[in-house]
């Protein structure tokens, strides 16, 4: 497999007006679009968290839609990802909203 093909896991938390702004759903609907798996939840914190697998390049984008677009009325501050590993396979079969 190419590099941008390989697997890959990661957390991420979405912080700023994420919140009764849709962001879960287009956030689901996003990474179903680029064929990767997870999940996503709102904090009680008043921020939006989960979990991205898939192959490298569609993660990155994903990450990039996190960061800069996210939901039509949302206003993201900042995006914070961690727990990077690479994995040999997918750990979710669906990108699932985690009440």
Do not use: C
């Amino acid at each position: 497999m190419a590099e941008g093909d390989s697997l890959v896991s990661v957390d991420y938390e979405v912080f700023g007006k994420v919140q009764g702004v849709f962001f879960r759903k287009y956030t689901q609907a996003e990474g179903k679009k680029l064929g990767l798996v997870g999940w996503v939840r709102n904090t009680d914190r008043g921020t939006v968290q989960g979990q991205l697998q898939g192959p490298t390049s569609k993660v990155r984008h994903m990450q990039e839609w996190l960061e800069t677009k996210g939901s039509p009325k949302s206003h993201i501050e900042r995006a914070n990802f961690n727990n990077e590993k690479a994995i040999l396979k997918l750990d979710y079969s669906d990108f699932q909203i985690v009440k």
